[in-house]
């Protein structure tokens, strides 16, 4: 399938990171980690509206009741509308110096899921936490270096995982009331020019679409890991995406510029941006966190 990508937000983030489409605002949200900003788009106007957060700012979650839970460097909190910060609700199981939240999101079940990266890359010191509505938080996986890619399928039946330095994308099955079994590999990307699994969301059809950083392109992948699609995209970094606008079959797409030189930047002008791009499968609509 042939597939024209746009460019929608010129406005740069370093790191631009975990698009979330509500469908209750008809807006995309996502974050600059490094910027420490949370963005909202509003497509019918192409308004693009900022928080500015204390800490760098991995991931969060839209809540049922208004705001956000959103996963800091020093730890998990609440946050209103207007960009206040509430209750802590955990801290980084790792530590500020080593360690800071990066990608997640909310469950089918209205909880909150968010993954550690292990900055000095010597172990696999990053986990994966979850917050539950009734806002107690627990470690619910470990052994990853950066924790990414992080989406459930739509039958629920799995957590599926992305550790980016290591290559490698797992799932976890999950019950009836979304407790996680196992570890299993789905797939061990070649290291090489074809980039490494970061961010991922599900469609409709419980297919798993994996932003490939360092790669340039997105890819639409099958349960067991099978490559059935591929998206080209302007920039070598893409990060994560989401699926958004009617019908929830426009794709939005992040990107970073983080740590790139200036050769790179020239020759990749638009890392940073957030493109979009029409898609044939619908995507599925994006939990609010119950706590």
């Known amino acids: 399938m042939s597939y024209t990508v746009n460019c929608v937000v010129t406005r740069t983030s370093e790191l631009g990171e975990c698009p979330v489409w509500s469908v209750r605002e008809q807006a ?25 957060l204390p800490e760098d700012l991995g991931c969060y979650g839209l809540r049922r009741d208004g705001g956000f839970i959103v996963a800091l460097r020093s730890g998990i909190y609440l946050l209103d509308e207007q960009g206040v910060l509430g209750k802590k609700l955990a801290d980084n199981p ?21 993954g550690t990266i292990w900055q000095p890359r010597d172990r696999n010191g990053g986990v994966l936490m ?28 799995w957590a599926y995982h992305s550790d980016t330095p290591n290559h490698v994308l797992y799932r ?12 299993q590999l789905v797939r061990h990307f070649e290291r090489g020019s074809g980039g490494r699994p970061d961010g991922g969301a599900f469609d409709s059809e419980g297919c798993y679409w994996s932003a490939q950083f360092d790669g ?3 890819l639409r992948l099958a349960p067991d890991g099978t490559q059935l699609d591929e998206i080209r995209v302007p920039t070598r970094w893409p990060t994560m995406v989401a699926f958004g606008g009617p019908g929830l079959r426009t794709l939005y797409i992040t990107s970073s510029r983080e740590n790139r030189s200036a050769e790179e930047l020239a020759a990749w002008p638009l890392s940073g941006c957030v493109f979009s791009v ?9 939990p609010l966190f119950l706590g």
Do not use: K
């Open 130 to 157: 979850r917050v539950d509505e009734h806002l107690n938080a627990q470690v619910m996986a470990d052994d990853v270096m950066v924790s990414n890619g992080l989406a459930f399928s739509p039958d629920r039946a």
């Open 278 to 286: 029409q898609v044939g499968v619908a995507g599925c609509p994006e």
């Open 172 to 183: 976890y099955p999950l019950d009836a009331n979304g407790q996680p079994g196992p570890r």
């Open 28 to 52: 995309l949200y996502w974050t600059d980690i490094l910027g420490r900003q949370l963005h909202r788009l509003d497509p019918a106007t192409g308004a693009v509206t900022s928080l500015t």
């Open 94 to 114: 790792g530590g500020v110096e080593n360690s800071r939240f990066n990608d997640g999101r909310v469950d089918p079940w209205g909880r909150f899921w968010a």
């Open 216 to 218: 340039g392109r997105i």
